[in-house]
C-alpha cells in the first residue's frame, strides 16, 4: 500500500506554545488529507478535511483557529496546535486519499502530544 | 446520531479460534464503502479489508472476510485461526457517498480484541 509519514511521532511541548504536526504521502499524489484526533482507549474523531490549495473543513466543535491546517502540495499537510494547553494532550493521526486507488486511506503513524 | 456501532468493546478469543467483530452503520446513501482497521498498542492505523456498497461477493484478504449484510446493515469482520499478534484495537468504519478522495471516513468506538495462547 501507499506510504504516509507523519512526523514528529511524540512531542512534549510547553502550556502555550505552538507545535506543528507534518503529514506526507510519499509514493502518490493526496488530493485529499483527514486529521483525526484519538483520546485514550476512545475512537478517532475526525477533526478536518484539508484539499491540497484550499481552505481546510473543519468538523463541529473544533476550533479553527486553535487546529491550523495547511495543504501547501500533494504531499504534504499539516496540522498547527497553537497556544497548546495541557488538554489539547492527545493522539493525533493523519490520513491520505488519492492517487490510484480512492478506496482506503493511509494513514500515518500518529502524533502523540503531550502538553505540560 | 452515531453512524457506526461497535458493540463488543472487548473480546478475548482462544488462540486458533475464530472469531467475530460485530458492526452495524446507518446511512441513507446507496453508495458507501466499509472498511475494517487494527491499530495495535503502538497506534498505528492497518487497513484489513473494505467492502464496497455495490459489492455483491463479500470480501476475503487472507484470515479475514467481512460479513455484508446490506439490508440489516451488519458489516462483521470475521477473523479465521485467530494468532497472538492479532491482540488489537479493531475499529469499523464507512465511507458514505460516491467514491471519492474527499468523501470522509467515519469510525465506530472500537474493539478490543485479546487473544489468549
Known amino acids: 500500500g501507499a506510504v504516509v509519514s507523519q512526523h514528529p511521532s511524540w512531542v512534549i511541548c510547553k502550556s502555550g506554545t505552538s507545535v506543528k504536526i507534518e503529514c506526507r504521502s510519499l509514493?502518490?499524489?493526496?488530493?485529499?488529507m483527514f486529521w483525526y484526533r484519538q483520546f485514550p482507549k476512545q475512537s478517532l474523531m475526525l477533526m478536518a478535511t484539508s484539499n491540497e490549495g484550499s481552505k481546510a473543513t473543519y468538523e463541529q466543535g473544533v476550533e479553527k483557529d486553535k487546529f491550523l491546517i495547511n495543504h501547501a502540495s500533494l504531499t504534504l499537510s499539516t496540522l498547527t496546535v497553537t497556544s497548546a494547553h495541557p488538554e489539547d494532550s492527545s493522539f493525533y493521526i493523519c490520513s491520505a486519499r488519492g492517487g490510484v486507488s480512492n478506496t482506503e486511506a493511509f494513514f500515518g503513524q500518529g502524533t502523540r502530544l503531550t502538553v505540560v | 446520531a452515531q453512524k457506526i456501532t461497535q458493540t463488543q468493546p472487548g473480546m478475548f478469543v482462544q488462540e486458533k479460534e475464530a472469531v467475530t467483530l460485530d458492526c452495524t452503520y446507518d446511512t441513507s446513501d446507496q453508495s458507501y464503502g466499509l472498511f475494517w482497521y487494527k491499530q495495535p498498542s503502538s497506534g498505528e492505523m492497518i487497513f484489513l479489508i473494505y467492502q464496497g456498497s455495490y459489492d455483491e461477493q463479500n470480501a476475503t484478504e487472507g484470515r479475514y472476510s467481512l460479513n455484508f449484510q446490506k439490508a440489516r446493515k451488519s458489516a462483521n469482520l470475521v477473523i479465521s485461526a485467530s494468532q497472538l499478534g492479532d491482540s488489537a484495537m479493531y475499529f469499523c468504519a464507512m465511507r458514505e457517498g460516491r467514491r471519492s478522495s474527499a468523501s470522509k471516513i467515519i469510525f465506530g468506538s472500537g474493539t478490543r480484541l485479546s487473544i489468549r495462547p
Open positions: 509514493d502518490f499524489q493526496a488530493t485529499t
